[in-house]
């Protein structure tokens, strides 16, 4: 099993920026995709960055610009850049891993990312 750690969280002023961390507890290799989602208060769970062990990148519409997803395999490590940030950017965000043969998914405990108007 993987064992995810969120970090970076906090709180910023519109406009700002933030960097979120994601620490694996072993290597990244067998991993299909590491990703982040994000979840506000009443809404549903939303997909938000992926990146694939080949390295391809994909981004919701709504943070397409502004973030920037990317891992470093020797830190088995996976970040977001979060730049020009909205109050509508307010959510938990959360680290995902899926396994390329198991397809296991697995889940850090989530980090609270706020930006205030």
């Known amino acids: 099993q993987v064992q995810l750690v969120e970090s970076g969280g906090g709180l910023v002023q519109a406009g700002g920026s933030l960097r979120l961390s994601c620490a694996a507890s072993?290597?990244?290799?067998?991993?299909?995709?590491m990703g982040w989602y994000r979840q506000a208060p009443g809404k549903q769970r939303e997909l938000v960055a992926t990146i694939s062990s080949g390295a391809s990148t994909a981004y919701a519409d709504s943070v397409q610009g502004r973030f920037t997803i990317s891992r470093d395999n020797a830190k088995n490590t996976v970040y977001l850049q979060m730049n020009s940030l909205k109050p509508e950017d307010t959510a938990v965000y959360y680290c995902h891993v899926r396994m390329r043969i198991s397809k296991n998914d697995y889940w850090g405990q989530g980090t609270q990312v706020t930006v205030s108007s």
């Open positions: 072993r290597s990244t290799f067998g991993v299909d995709t």
